[in-house]
């Protein structure tokens, strides 16, 4: 098996990894990841309590995320995925594209998004009102990631795990071109 085309370690500096010939190096930390996780799951809980909410989780991006932090809720829950597509690559193509829809009903139920990062917005600006079509008794976004510096739709988290710059990041469910979505915590491109 040729595992040379993925994750190694870059001359001595073992941290840094490259995938598809790009460099990258850490960024976020596994435990501050976790600890953000378990501070959003508890603020979710709290803000949920009784209400027995969907988690709508948008793939691939949101799965690693979703499962942490749905794993962290101390209260009922439900949660359901749905696959959209919108990005190629380091930049985003402009495509928005349905390609699993969501079966449950909607209606009186409180309703959380779960997305992986908000760049632009557009994803979101284009996925929500299919929700909201269904009359959910309440609709919010909870994004691992946002990057406020790119954001050009009107989209408004109401929970996120953390800000970051304009800068392209890996791991924790986040992909570059299919690979990187494995990895424990975040990393970023190095600029070579
Ligand atoms: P938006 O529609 O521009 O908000 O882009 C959202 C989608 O783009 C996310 O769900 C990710 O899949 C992808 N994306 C945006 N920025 C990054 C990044 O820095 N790394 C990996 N994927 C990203
Ligand atoms: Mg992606």
Not at 60 to 78: K, Q, V
Request: net charge negative; proline share 4%.
């Amino acid at each position: 098996m040729n595992s040379s085309s993925t994750y190694e370690g870059s001359g001595n500096n073992t941290d840094l990894i490259r995938v598809h010939g790009r460099l990258f190096k850490p960024y976020i930390s596994k435990a501050q990841i976790d600890s953000r996780i378990a501070e959003l799951a508890a603020q979710i809980s709290i803000d949920y309590s009784g209400l027995r909410p969907l988690f709508v989780a948008i793939l691939n991006g949101s799965f690693i995320f979703a499962a942490d932090l749905f794993r962290a809720l101390s209260i009922e829950a439900e949660i359901s995925f749905i696959k959209l597509a919108s990005y190629k690559g380091t930049s985003s193509t402009g495509q928005v594209v349905t390609a699993i829809g969501l079966e449950e009903r909607l209606n009186e139920r409180h309703v959380i998004v779960l997305e992986d990062i908000i760049d632009t917005g557009k994803t979101l600006h284009a996925f929500l009102p299919e929700i909201r079509q269904r009359n959910p008794s309440s609709l919010k976004i909870a994004s691992f990631l946002l990057k406020p510096s790119c954001l050009k739709y009107d989209v408004h988290a109401d929970y996120f795990g953390f800000e970051v710059p304009d800068q392209f990041v890996l791991g924790y469910g986040l992909d570059y071109d299919g690979l990187g979505r494995n990895l424990p915590e975040l990393y970023t491109l190095v600029a070579e």
